[in-house]
């Protein structure tokens, strides 16, 4: 790592039910439902093309993006059967603050049973005690009570209006 540059290597990570993974591009119908939901449009700015030709793009791109210290996206899997569930990753990262900005989605069928926490929090914790990266920012608008939620249970704390941190203790 340069000081101008975070690039975090792939890893893959597992609780006992989810498992965190690079994107295939065997994902893309899962990440072309994702754009096309209006939960997680809500919380996010999918692009104006959202079908599944942009979206193998886009993961075919996912390498470049971490490589370039831009982006940081890893699958939240099912650990029985690898089916997508939902994204955690990191979409900003803040070399001088050695900070990142977390975000995260779920399909519906994976919402209100602790997939996104567990998600949340593991990349969160093999972030703080594993890369140069001090403080994991969650930018949560209020209107998204469950996101604050998960931040919450995956041990963030408010910093600023809107915006949850976590940091290396």
Request: aromatic residues 8%.
């Amino acid at each position: 790592m340069n000081a101008e540059l975070i690039v975090l290597e792939v890893a893959e990570l597992a609780t006992e039910t989810i498992r965190l993974r690079p994107w295939r591009v065997g994902d893309a119908p899962s990440l072309s439902m994702a754009w096309h939901d209006p939960a997680i449009i809500a919380g996010s700015t999918p692009p104006p093309d959202r079908s599944e030709v942009a979206a193998r793009r886009w993961i075919e791109g996912c390498d470049e993006r971490r490589r370039a210290g831009v982006a940081f996206d890893l699958v939240i899997a099912a650990l029985e059967d690898d089916r997508v569930l939902g994204e955690v990753g990191f979409s900003r990262f803040d070399p001088g603050r050695r900070a990142a900005l977390m975000g995260w989605w779920v399909h519906e069928e994976a919402r209100g049973v602790g997939v996104a926490t567990a998600a949340v929090a593991l990349l969160a914790d093999w972030t703080l005690e594993s890369t140069p990266i001090d403080h994991v920012l969650a930018q949560i608008s209020v209107d998204n009570p469950a996101s604050e939620r998960v931040a919450s249970r995956a041990r963030f704390e408010p910093f600023a209006p809107g915006v949850w941190r976590r940091s290396r203790s």
